[in-house]
Nanobody, 124 residues
Framework: VQLQASGGGLVQDGGSLRLSCAASGRSFRWYNMEWFRQAPGKEREFVAA????????YYADSVKGRFTISRDNAKNAVYLQMNSLKPEDTAVYYC??????????????????WGKGTQVTVSS
């Protein structure tokens, strides 16, 4: 599967952005989908995940209550609604896919496919 993230940009502290990730291929529904981010000088970190059915979602503590992950299997797309953004959310955001062959990974090493990132910058 090929993934393409979009929707990043510059937003003020407290603002909102919605990231989208479009996936190619016919088997999108058989992938758990996740978002990661990497800030300058920092390691890549897990942000959010959604299981293949959309029934379960997972969030990093740092974004819980502010970010919402969702998916539309009919459109081969996953979304990340980001509200109440903070300067520390500034990073390149990546979407990733994990083939459903076991427990959901919630870590980068467990992903099978990655998209190119989209930059999110939150100004103070």
């Amino acid at each position: 599967v090929q993934l393409q993230a979009s929707g990043g940009g510059l937003v003020q502290d407290g603002g909102s952005l919605r990231l989208s990730c479009a996936a190619s291929g016919r088997s999108f529904r058989w992938y758990n989908m996740e978002w990661f981010r990497q800030a300058p000088g920092k390691e890549r970190e897990f942000v959010a995940a959604i299981e293949w059915s959309g029934g379960y979602t997972y969030y990093a503590d740092s974004v819980k209550g502010r970010f919402t992950i969702s998916r539309d299997n009919a459109k081969n797309a996953v979304y990340l609604q980001m509200n109440s953004l903070k300067p520390e959310d500034t990073a390149v955001y990546y979407c990733a896919a994990q083939v459903v062959d076991g427990p959901i990974a919630l870590k980068g090493s467990g992903m099978d496919y990655w998209g190119k990132g989209t930059q999110v910058t939150v100004s103070s």
